[in-house]
């Protein structure tokens, strides 16, 4: 099962970006997202786990319940930011890809009938 930690307020959710059932808080800005996704055992890069045991991350969430707030590193912050906008760039290309490959046959169809028109 997933495990993630609330960055706000210490609470154990399910997934990093979801609503957390305590403080309502749910992560919008990348760095917030970054930061969740860090707090939780789906922070991996490249297929390498980065994340914490499940031990660390409940050691982490009672210190932060306990107002005492994780540091984060920064360099890590950015490299997330970073690798999500590199995924998430992946299928917005292959969505440009499959468009292009329906469209294609429609658009040679018409200019074979445009040619075949225009040539009589
Ligand atoms: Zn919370």
Known sequence: MMLAVCIKCGNIKRA????????????????DKAKSLILSTAYEID???RGKTEEELRDV????ANKQPFEFDDANVREVIKYAEKVLAIPTSRLIFD????LL??????SV?????FLK
């Open 99 to 102: 468009g292009l490959r329906w």
């Open 47 to 49: 297929g390498e786990y």
């Open 61 to 64: 969430a009672s210190k932060i």
């Open 16 to 31: 990093p970006i979801s609503k957390c059932s305590v403080c309502n808080f749910i992560p919008q800005k990348d760095e």
């Open 113 to 117: 009938i445009y040619f075949l028109l």
């Open 105 to 110: 046959p429609p658009i040679l169809v018409l």
